[in-house]
Antibody, heavy 119, light 106 residues
Framework: EVQLVESGGGLIQPGGSLRLACAASGFTFVDYAMHWVRQAPGKGLEWVSGINWRADHIDQADSVKGRFTISRDNAKNFLYLQMNSLGPEDTGFYYC????????????WGQGRLVTVSS | VLAQSPGTLSLSPGERATLSCRASRSISSSYLAWYQHKPGQAPRLLIYATSNRATGIPDKFSGSGSGTDFTLTISSLEPEDFAVYYCQQYSRSLYTFGQGTKLEIK
């Protein structure tokens, strides 16, 4: 059974940092690019960042460039998102998602983790 | 940019649902996908590459379109189909979602 389980998150003050992790199982991790997608309260889905299987190609949304860093550990089947300089606009659910290499969609999704940026 | 319409669609079980997704510029049919999202759950891939059903997706879900206009059709609605639906495109190394269509019970 495919599983993507996010951890980390919680309440953080504006300007703070947080790291999300995503544990993957049930599929061949290195066959997939990995992504983070978020959803602000009452809003739609927004792709945040993606990383290819070798971790030598990373793409990001303009809204997080220079502040968020995606990474992966293929030995442990983990995906990470380091989030710095957080602002209220970063509040929302963060989903880990997997897309098979050379595909352009997200085949597997985690249940999401809530990040709240507030003083 | 992806524009979905309508924003909210009110239908009864058994009816047919037609959801629209319009891109601001022409995209390859390989780059268009649809997802279903229910509150408190993970989004679920329904359709990829415009018209291909994902694993385990029943054939009541179908996708079509080309260029800038794409459609998701649900042939006969069941209670579990009422959710928010998103289209998603890939372009120039970036992924974009439409704003979503909320399918609600009439």
């Amino acid at each position: 059974e495919v599983q993507l389980v996010e951890s980390g998150g919680g309440l953080i003050q504006p300007g703070g940092s947080l790291r999300l992790a995503c544990a993957a199982s049930g599929f061949t991790f290195v066959d997939y690019a990995m992504h983070w997608v978020r959803q602000a309260p009452g809003k739609g889905l927004e792709w945040v960042s993606g990383i290819n299987w070798r971790a030598d190609h990373i793409d990001q949304a303009d809204s997080v460039k220079g502040r968020f860093t995606i990474s992966r550990d293929n030995a442990k089947n983990f995906l990470y998102l380091q989030m710095n300089s957080l602002g209220p606009e970063d509040t929302g659910f963060y989903y880990c998602a997997a897309g098979r290499t050379l595909s352009y969609h997200f085949a597997f999704w985690g249940q999401g983790r809530l990040v709240t940026v507030s003083s | 940019v992806l524009a979905q319409s309508p924003g909210t669609l009110s239908l009864s079980p058994g009816e047919r649902a037609t959801l629209s997704c319009r891109a601001s510029r022409s995209i390859s049919s390989s780059y268009l996908a649809w997802y279903q999202h229910k509150p408190g759950q993970a989004p679920r891939l329904l359709i990829y590459a415009t018209s291909n059903r994902a694993t385990g997706i029943p054939d009541k879900f179908s996708g079509s379109g080309s260029g800038t206009d794409f459609t998701l059709t649900i042939s006969s609605l069941e209670p579990e189909d009422f959710a928010v639906y998103y289209c998603q495109q890939y372009s120039r190394s970036l992924y974009t979602f439409g704003q979503g269509t909320k399918l609600e019970i009439k």
